[in-house]
């Protein structure tokens, strides 16, 4: 196999690895259907699948959505999605909404993530999304709470 093969051919199968577990809270969100998953990669932030790049803008400097993964839970919220932040930060968990902290300049980071201004996601250490919420909820934190008793096997 060359690595030309890799890179062009099996994206999807390299890229696109997507898993249910306790480690997930997925919620039932359906797995995308109609495309090779073996040749064709398909970037979403549906739970379980690895959190897909967007370039985005911290400090007045390029960063990617990769950047901010590895060294614990890290919750991402649309720009309308303060209380998800501040819910997050009640637990310790590292948070960022993007269009205050991190600016995102080409306007596409909620749609490539799924989620609507008052929605968020939570990113596990490995990268993997282990949860997403498309709009807001009547009690962020204790929503967060139960999500993150749920991926640790707490419940």
């Not at 993530?113 to 009547?138: E, F, H, K, M, N």
Request: charged share 20%; proline share 7%; aromatic share 8%.
């Amino acid at each position: 196999w060359s690595s030309d093969v890799c890179s062009s051919d099996l994206q999807g199968l390299i890229f696109g690895l997507s898993y249910d577990s306790a480690a997930v809270a997925s919620a039932g969100s359906p797995e995308e259907i109609g495309f090779d998953p073996v040749t064709e990669y398909i970037p979403t932030a549906r739970p379980g699948r690895r959190a897909p790049h967007v370039e985005l803008e911290r400090a007045g400097k390029p960063i990617s959505t990769i950047d901010l993964f590895g060294d614990g839970f890290v919750l991402l919220a649309g720009p309308n999605g303060q209380a998800w932040a501040a819910a997050a930060k009640q637990l310790h968990i590292q948070a960022h909404v993007v269009g205050d902290d991190i600016r995102d300049p080409d306007g596409q980071w909620c749609d490539k993530y799924g989620i609507g201004a008052d929605g968020a996601v939570l990113v596990r250490p490995d990268g993997y999304v282990g949860w997403r919420s498309q709009g807001p909820v009547t009690d962020p934190a204790a929503t967060v709470a139960e999500v993150m008793a749920r991926i640790l096997g707490r419940t």
